[in-house]
Nanobody, 118 residues
Framework: QVQLVESGGGLVQAGGSLRLSCAAS????????MRWYRQAPGKQRELVAG???????NYADSVKGRFTISRNNAKNTVYLQMNSLRPEDTAVYYC????????????WGQGTQVTVSS
């Protein structure tokens, strides 16, 4: 059974920082691309950042230079360091990965709320 458990969200003032964590179980973590998505009220869920099994990263244009995704395979955990936060970063942040055998089968965490006040 695959589980993704996010933590680290909260309320922060604009310009502040937060570090999100996602602990994974039920998968061979080191072989999976891991991603962070976010969904703001009334908006579609969007990809924020991804990191491959080899450590290559990609970011949404809106967070480049401010957010950093990383992983610790020994701890089966992926992180999202968020700096210079803006009110428009307010959203529920979700951890995601996909099944490596069954196409289209994604796994999601329960989400963690990030609120940035102006």
């Amino acid at each position: 059974q695959v589980q993704l458990v996010e933590s680290g969200g909260g309320l922060v003032q604009a310009g502040g920082s937060l570090r999100l964590s996602c602990a994974a179980s039920g998968i061979i973590f080191s072989t999976h691309t891991m991603r962070w998505y976010r969904q703001a009220p009334g908006k579609q869920r969007e990809l924020v950042a991804g990191i491959t099994s080899g450590g290559s990263t990609n970011y949404a244009d809106s967070v480049k230079g401010r957010f950093t995704i990383s992983r610790n395979n020994a701890k089966n955990t992926v992180y999202l360091q968020m700096n210079s936060l803006r009110p428009e970063d307010t959203a529920v942040y979700y951890c995601n990965t996909n099944n490596l055998v069954v196409a289209g089968l994604d796994y999601w965490g329960q989400g963690t709320q990030v609120t940035v006040s102006s």
